[in-house]
Antibody, heavy 118, light 110 residues
Framework: QVTLKESGPALVTPTQTLTLTCTFS??????????VSWIRQPPGKALEWLAR???????LYSPSLKPRLTISEDTSKSQVVLTMTDVDPADTATYFC??????????WGQGIRVTVSS | QSALTQPASVSGSLGQSITISCSGT?????????VSWFQQHPGKVPKVLIY???NRPSGISPRFTGSKSGNTASLTISGLQAEDEADYYC??????????FGSGTKVTVL
């Protein structure tokens, strides 16, 4: 059974670094074709793709956020970690991690709400 | 990269068919058969309706069909039901292996 679950702080102060963890089970990210993405959704707004790590360890980022994002995998813990530096109130959103099998996004985490406020 | 363009809202009566468009460029929708469609009810996690332009995951009703022509993908919902009232998003791979979502469409069932 494939599951993904996001964890991290609910509240972050502006200019700080946000670290989000996606803990998954039921698959290995080293399996050909598998990918894990981070996607966010500000309140009342559209989904936005942020970053992805692939089975071959390729790491890709949204061009507009690339300077602030780092995605990594901790294979021993079955986790994908996203860090976002210098957060701003505009980064307030629900953050999702999503597994894809090549072009098929098949499993979503439940999402984590993050508020950026002083 | 800019978000794919979707109509802000589409409405239809019970039992009718509606189509939601998703316009991109040759560098995303037009260049790849990696278009997905998601349904999201308020406060819920998005659900995949269509992947790879026209494939339905198991358990998704055949009332949902995907297609593509040129740089525009489309999602058609046939036999509109009350539970189809939700937000719908398209997504596509892009020319540099990135991904981009659509602007979202609110579907209202009259």
């Amino acid at each position: 059974q494939v599951t993904l679950k996001e964890s991290g702080p609910a509240l972050v102060t502006p200019t700080q670094t946000l670290t989000l963890t996606c803990t998954f089970s039921g698959f290995s990210l080293k399996t050909n074709g598998l990918r894990v993405s981070w996607i966010r959704q500000p309140p009342g707004k559209a989904l936005e793709w942020l970053a992805r790590i692939d089975w071959d360890d390729a790491k890709l980022y949204s061009p507009s956020l690339k300077p602030r994002l780092t995605i990594s995998e901790d294979t021993s813990k079955s986790q994908v970690v996203l860090t976002m530096t210098d957060v701003d109130p505009a980064d307030t959103a629900t953050y999702f991690c999503v597994r894809a099998n090549y072009g098929h996004p098949d499993y979503w985490g439940q999402g984590i709400r993050v508020t950026v406020s002083s | 990269q800019s978000a794919l363009t979707q109509p802000a809202s589409v409405s239809g009566s019970l039992g009718q068919s509606i189509t939601i468009s998703c316009s991109g460029t040759k560098n995303d929708v037009g260049g790849y058969n990696y278009v997905s469609w998601f349904q999201q009810h308020p406060g819920k996690v998005p659900k995949v309706l269509i992947y790879d332009v026209r494939n339905r995951p198991s358990g998704i009703s055949p009332r949902f069909t995907g297609s593509k022509s040129g740089n525009t993908a489309s999602l058609t919902i046939s036999g509109l039901q009350a539970e189809d009232e939700a937000d719908y998003y398209c997504a596509s791979y892009t020319s540099n292996s990135l991904e981009v979502f659509g602007s979202g469409t609110k579907v209202t069932v009259l």
